[in-house]
C-alpha cells in the first residue's frame, strides 16, 4: 500500500487534530467482583474506550489484534494482568501507550437500590515507560454507558490533552445506550456461532435503534454471508459520528456494487475516497464509474495502480478502461502488465487478444458481461501509520 505519498493532504481536516501519529492498545478490564455473569462489562469498557479514541482520530488496535498478541503470549482474554506482562502485550503490538484497568460491581447500599459500578484504570506511555496516575470512574450499573464514556473522556485527557474536546462535546458525540443493549452487543461480539451472534446484534440494535455498533457489526456479518441487500440495510444506519463510518459506507459501497446500484456505490465509494485515499477506494470508485460509463473511472484507476504498481487488477482495469474508449495499443499495454504479475489470468489473455484484434465495444451487449475488478480488502490503519511515519516527529 503506498498511494497516501501523494495524497495527504487531503485528509487534514477531516479528524481531530488528535495524536494520529501513536498508536494505543486497550485491555479488557479485569472483573473483580467474583461474578463470571458481567465478565462481559469489562470487554465493554475496552471496546466503548477504543470506540472513543478512534472517534479523536488516534489510532487504536482492535480487538482482533488485541486476541493475537493473546495467542501469540499464550495469555487468557479474562485474567489480570501484571504490569510486565501488559508492557509484554504493547511491545507484542508495537504500541505506543496502553490503557488497562479492573472493575467491580458494588451492591446497593439503600433497600431497593442500584447496583453500582466502580471502574479504575491506568495509561502507560510505552515511548518513555512512565505510567500515568490511576484515575476512576463510579456510577449506576445501568448507566454503564456514560460512566464508561466518561472513562474514554478521562484517557483523552491523560494522553492528549492539549486535544481533548470538552466533556459536553465528548457526551454529544456519545449519546447513552441502553445497559441492556450494550450487553447484547458485547455479547454479540463475543459469540462463537453465526447464529449467536447474529440473535444477540439484532437484538441491541432493537433495544436501542440509535446504537451504532450493533448496525455496524450485523452488516459486516451479513456481507460475510454474501446477504448484500441485508448488510446495505445495517450499513446505511451507520451515522457519521462513529469512529468506522468511512469503513462502513466502503462496504455499503461493495453491497451496492453487487446489486448493481452502481450510482449508490459511487456515492459511497467516493465518500470514502475524500477522506482516506486508500488505493482499494480509488480502484471501487473507477469500477463503480466504469460501470456507468463515466470518463473520470480512468483516472480514479490510475490513482490506484500509483499506489500499487505490483496488483495486477489494478493493471487490467485501467487496461479494460482504454479497451472500452477503442485505445486498443495502450489497453493491450496495460493487460500485458496483468500477465506479466499473473500469467493464468484468462480474462486478461481474453481482453490482449480483443485488443490486438481491434474488436470494438460494445454498450449493453448481452454476450459482454462487465469486467471492472473490486476490491473487498479496507485497511484505515494502514493509511494512518503511513501517515505518521511521514509526518516529522515533534
Not at 466503548?48 to 482474554?77: C, F, H, I, N
Request: aromatic share 10%.
Amino acid at each position: 500500500m503506498g498511494r497516501p505519498f501523494a495524497f495527504l493532504v487531503l485528509v487534514v481536516s477531516f479528524l481531530p487534530v488528535a495524536a494520529l501519529a501513536e498508536s494505543f492498545v486497550v485491555l479488557p478490564f479485569f472483573n473483580t467482583s467474583k461474578n463470571p455473569k458481567v465478565d462481559w462489562v469489562g470487554e465493554s469498557i475496552a471496546e466503548a474506550v477504543r470506540d472513543a479514541l478512534g472517534g479523536q482520530g488516534m489510532l487504536v488496535l482492535d480487538r482482533e489484534s488485541l486476541k493475537e498478541a493473546y495467542r501469540r503470549l499464550a495469555l487468557r482474554p479474562n485474567s489480570e494482568m501484571t504490569r510486565a506482562t501488559v508492557i509484554k502485550i504493547a511491545e507484542t503490538l508495537d504500541a505506543d501507550e496502553i490503557l488497562f484497568g479492573q472493575f467491580d460491581v458494588l451492591p446497593a447500599t439503600t433497600p431497593g437500590g442500584k447496583e453500582s459500578l466502580r471502574l479504575t484504570a491506568r495509561v502507560l506511555d510505552l515511548r518513555s515507560m512512565k505510567q500515568f496516575p490511576e484515575f476512576s470512574e463510579t456510577g449506576a450499573f445501568d448507566e454503564l454507558a456514560a460512566v464508561q464514556e466518561h472513562l474514554a473522556w478521562q484517557t483523552l485527557r491523560v494522553s492528549v490533552p492539549a486535544s481533548v474536546p470538552s466533556e459536553e462535546e465528548f457526551r454529544r458525540l456519545h449519546p447513552p445506550v441502553r445497559v441492556d443493549a450494550i450487553e447484547n452487543y458485547i455479547r454479540g461480539l463475543l459469540a462463537t456461532s453465526t447464529e449467536q451472534k447474529h440473535r444477540f446484534l439484532t437484538q441491541a440494535a432493537r433495544l436501542d435503534p440509535s446504537y451504532a455498533e450493533p448496525n455496524f457489526e450485523l452488516g459486516r456479518l451479513l456481507w460475510t454471508q454474501e446477504n448484500f441487500g441485508a448488510a446495505e440495510e445495517w450499513f446505511r444506519k451507520v451515522p457519521a459520528r462513529f469512529p468506522h463510518y468511512r469503513e462502513a459506507n466502503f462496504f455499503l459501497g461493495l453491497c451496492r456494487f453487487y446489486t448493481g446500484d452502481y450510482t449508490g456505490a459511487q456515492i459511497a465509494f467516493d465518500l470514502v475516497a475524500q477522506s482516506v485515499p486508500l488505493n482499494e477506494v480509488f480502484n471501487n470508485l473507477g469500477a463503480a464509474q466504469s460501470l456507468r460509463d463515466r470518463p473520470e473511472a480512468l483516472e480514479n484507476f490510475r490513482k490506484a495502480l500509483e499506489g500499487d504498481q505490483a496488483d495486477p487488477d489494478y493493471h487490467f482495469n485501467i487496461g479494460y478502461a482504454l479497451w472500452k474508449r477503442g485505445e486498443f495499443d495502450a489497453a493491450a499495454e496495460s493487460f500485458r502488465a496483468t500477465l506479466a504479475r499473473d500469467p493464468q489470468d484468462a480474462e486478461a489473455t481474453k481482453m490482449l487478444g480483443r485488443c490486438l484484434k481491434k474488436t470494438q465495444y460494445r454498450a449493453n451487449d448481452p454476450n459482454d458481461e462487465p469486467l471492472e475488478r473490486v476490491k473487498e480488502t479496507y485497511n484505515e490503519r494502514v493509511y494512518w501509520q503511513l501517515k505518521a511515519a511521514l509526518e516529522p516527529k515533534k
